[in-house]
């Protein structure tokens, strides 16, 4: 059966460091209208403030430049979740999704990014063409109303 | 003035150095808690860091950093390290990592050294 779209958010952040909490919250306040459980509520807030981390940490290198998001949810209890950057770019997309892979050396960043945002989503669609941009979509089905 | 998003409370108590981070663990805030702690245990030289993460109501795969950094600070100044009472969360992304293998995790009922325990 094919799914609607039923409302839709488009949110444009600069990519500061304090923008991840500011994300994070608009995307689980937009979603929250499905009723999500608290569980799934907080799966969703942990994947988007690792997608918006990745912009300010890797695609600008904390340097300045705009983080885009766009949040649909369907009819079908799916919440589709888009984050872009017009950033460095990812040279090889598949290798980046790799645990513990990272190309920080100071020890403090996990390389575990991807990993959770696997976990804790039902789909990861990540798509960079190098030097132009990085489009990470992240989807959800939530479990159904409980009437 | 932007806000922090954490703070840290901590004590020294009979050789232990005993933090509580208190709010939520990102990125924006992965530095300064980073700095805080080292200059925590630096100054107190315990024997055992005792990281209290009862109080976080959110983490990152940055506060996964947070952690693994604190552990190679303990590990430069010769003390042991631990976690305590990590929140269902926050344990979830722990176990994720697999850093459950190379810290070691302690659940209490209580505080230690409160009126509760004796």
């Known amino acids: 059966m094919k799914s609607n779209c039923i409302n839709k958010m488009s949110l444009t952040l600069p990519a500061l460091s304090v923008n991840e909490g500011v994300g994070r919250a608009m995307v689980s306040a937009f979603c929250a209208q499905l009723n999500p459980t608290i569980e799934e509520i907080a799966d969703i807030k942990c994947a988007v403030s690792e997608a918006i981390t990745n912009c300010i940490v890797h695609a600008y290198r904390e340097k300045q430049g705009e983080i885009y998001i766009t949040v649909k949810i369907f009819d079908c209890r799916t919440v589709k979740i888009e984050i872009k950057d017009k950033g460095c770019g990812i040279e090889d997309t598949e290798l980046v999704k790799t645990p513990l892979y990272t190309t920080d050396s100071s020890g403090e960043r996990s390389g575990m990014g991807f990993s959770v945002m696997e976990s804790f989503m039902d789909k990861l669609t990540l798509k960079s063409v190098p030097g132009k941009y990085t489009k990470v979509t992240l989807a959800k089905k939530l479990s159904p109303l409980e009437l | ?118």
């Open chain 2, 1 to 118: 003035m932007i806000r922090k998003n954490a703070r840290i409370i901590s004590e020294v108590k009979d050789d232990t150095l005993l933090a509580a981070i208190v709010g939520e663990i990102d990125h924006h805030g992965a530095f300064a808690l980073r700095d805080e702690l080292d200059d925590a245990m630096i100054s107190a030289r315990p024997k055992l860091v005792e990281l209290d993460l009862s109080n976080v109501d959110f983490m990152d795969s940055s506060g996964l950093g947070v952690i693994m950094g604190r552990k190679s600070t303990a590990d430069r100044i010769g003390a042991a390290f631990k976690l305590i009472n990590p929140t269902t969360r926050v344990a979830r992304i722990i176990e994720l990592a697999g850093l459950g293998k190379v810290v070691t995790i302690e659940y209490r009922t209580t505080r230690k050294g409160t009126e509760d325990e004796k």
